[in-house]
């Protein structure tokens, strides 16, 4: 088992990879669907499976180009099965199992949420157990705590919305288009990340779960009391937009980074894993990195082409499964609530929620 192939489609990105031996990319190629969905402010499904279906045999092939690896080169294919939309999944998986039969090559269906975890095997040394891994993305925000590999404890989710999400809604309600992360993340560069006083989520309850929608509420309020106008196309932002966001992103960073460290106090991990598409955010990656010294664990960040949604992770994720001889019949299918194995939390399922909004 020497060279995978991973496909991911769970939501608006195409992607096909090519890793050699579990932890080295050959290709990673990613046809993103932003500037589709882009006008609607979120995902739509719909488009996101008929843009699916258009370009997987093209990014499936460049993969195998940039790889320099012929098709009948393949130890074995991955293919994200859940969590994500069902149209969207069923395009990835019908492909793979079609390929997989013609080649006769084992198949396996790799969960979402553990591909992101295991985004980081290919640029840092390997994990060392036990690890702490944050997923943050637009769909999900969940600390896990892993005693050995491919096991997970859940320390810590989100009670409503993803952090990804709240980048989101907030630059929608800005007028700084979608999606909303990166732009919030470069606007806050020339913000006053103290000028708003927002206060950090805290659980009642003592856990360490996230909230993010109260945060949101809180920027809109802000917005209606100093008659805030979101942006018409070409606009630039005034100071005091800049102040919000920088504001915004700075409690939100605040809070993850606070969670996390109080996890590393409970639980003196070896490896910090941070990953999912929030992980590309400049200032909780250099917060993040400040405050791993102080616990003296390193933390593992992937570059931000496998930071978010990417088929190397997937193939990664897979590669220990196809290794063991482990593979999914035939009958494999789309689960968008699909559960991760090995956890141990009182309800399993990882509800990945998808930015649909019309
Ligand atoms: O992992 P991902 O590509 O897809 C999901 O599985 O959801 O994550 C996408 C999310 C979006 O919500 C996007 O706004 C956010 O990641 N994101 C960022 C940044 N880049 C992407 N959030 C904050 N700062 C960024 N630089
Ligand atoms: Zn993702």
């Keep these: 088992m020497n060279l995978i192939l991973g496909i991911e489609s769970s939501c608006d990105e195409t992607a096909a990879a090519v890793i050699e031996g579990g932890n080295r990319v050959l290709s990673n190629i990613i046809a ?3 500037a589709t969905h882009r006008q609607f402010g979120g995902v739509v499904p719909e488009l996101a499976s008929r843009e699916h279906l258009d370009k997987i045999d093209t990014v499936v092939d460049q993969a ?16 994200t099965q859940g969590p994500g939309l069902v149209g969207s ?12 039969y013609v080649l006769k090559k084992p198949l396996i269906g790799v969960n979402h949420i553990e591909g992101h975890i295991y985004s980081v095997v290919f640029e840092n040394p390997p994990i060392v157990y036990p690890a702490l891994a944050l997923v943050v993305s637009g769909g999900h925000t ?31 309600l ?59 196309s070409g606009q630039q932002p ?50 993040t990195n400040r405050l791993a010294e102080d ?23 897979g590669y220990p499964k196809l290794l063991r001889g482990e593979a999914s019949g035939m009958d494999l299918t789309a689960d968008v609530g699909l559960k991760l194995q090995n956890v141990d939390v009182e309800d399993a399922q990882l509800v990945r929620k998808v930015r649909y909004r019309l």
Excluded: W
Aim: hydrophobic share 45%.
């Design 238 to 287: 005034s100071q005091q937009i800049l102040d919000l966001v920088a504001s915004f992103q700075n409690i939100v960073v605040k809070t993850l980074t606070h969670r996390l460290f109080e996890a590393v106090r409970q639980h003196r991990p070896k490896t910090i894993i941070l990953s999912g598409g929030v992980a590309c955010n400049s200032q909780l990656r250099s917060e």
């Design 295 to 317: 616990f003296g664990a390193p933390v593992y960040v992937p570059s931000p082409i496998l930071t978010t949604d990417n088929a190397a992770m997937i193939a990664a994720a």
């Design 142 to 172: 969940t600390l896990f705590l892993m005693p050995e590999p491919e096991k997970y404890k859940v320390l810590a989710r989100t009670r409503d919305d993803a952090a990804g999400e709240a980048f989101d809604k907030v630059a929608k």
């Design 174 to 232: 800005l007028g700084l288009g979608y999606p909303g992360g990166p732009v919030i993340d470069r606007l806050s560069k020339s913000g006053d990340r103290d000028a708003v006083k927002f206060a950090m989520p805290r659980m009642g309850d003592g856990k360490l779960d996230f909230s993010f929608s109260g945060l949101k509420t809180a920027v809109l309020r802000y917005v209606q009391e100093n008659q805030i106008q979101p942006l018409t």
């Design 64 to 79: 195998f180009q940039k790889a320099g690896v012929d098709l009948k080169d393949i130890d074995g294919i991955a293919v």
């Design 32 to 34: 993103s669907q932003v």
């Design 89 to 100: 999944l069923l395009v990835g998986i019908s492909y793979a199992k079609s390929l997989a």
